[in-house]
């Protein structure tokens, strides 16, 4: 599995970006959990949000009312962001575990892309 981010870029606040993560493939595509994490610099990363493969979706708070995220044919997963803050301001990653259910841990994903980077400046 080897997933592929696309989307990211420099946007002010309150602008809008939709994030794209393509690679699942297989023939096991649509029992995949997808998941959206972000690290700032000298930051931890954490969760954003995750949709699984019968399209529930959860959010950490921050993206709550902001952010939504969506699959299309079990192999691209989408993450809209609307009313981007600066502290938003990170690498995004898009990650994969082979699971009916998703969870907000990092450490429970498998497969990783290398990032989109998102950058939130007046």
């Known amino acids: 599995v080897q997933l592929v981010e696309s989307g990211g870029g420099s946007v002010q606040p309150r602008g809008s970006l939709r994030l794209s993560c393509a690679g699942i493939s297989d023939r096991y595509s649509s029992y995949y959990c997808m998941g959206w994490f972000r690290q700032a610099p000298g930051k931890e990363r954490v969760f954003v949000s995750a949709i699984s493969s019968t399209g529930s979706s959860n959010y950490a708070d921050s993206a709550k009312d902001r952010f939504t995220i969506s699959r299309d044919n079990s192999k691209t997963v989408y993450l809209q962001m609307n009313n981007l803050k600066p502290e938003g301001t990170a690498m995004y990653y898009c990650?994969?575990?082979?699971?009916?259910?998703?969870?907000?841990?990092?450490?429970?994903?498998?497969?990783w892309g290398k990032g989109t980077q998102v950058t939130v400046t007046s």
């Open positions: 990650a994969a575990r082979l699971s009916s259910a998703c969870s907000s841990s990092s450490a429970t994903y498998p497969y």
